[in-house]
């Protein structure tokens, strides 16, 4: 994972698209939202959110 990490950023960094970056650490943490609210209480209160 970590290697992956580093590669995405050479590669955004080469093609000088650093301004995606914030853009993908935005999709991750919704990403991992989504997958630590499934079939949990804290589901109950994120909903409420939207």
Do not use: N
């Not at 080469?14 to 609210?37: D, F, H, N, Q, S």
């Amino acid at each position: 994972m970590l290697e992956f990490l580093t590669d995405l950023f050479a590669f955004l960094k080469m093609r000088k698209k650093l301004w995606l970056l914030p853009i993908i650490i935005v999709l991750a943490l919704l990403g991992a939202l989504v997958v630590m609210t499934q079939q949990s209480a804290l589901a109950t209160f994120i909903y409420t959110l939207f």
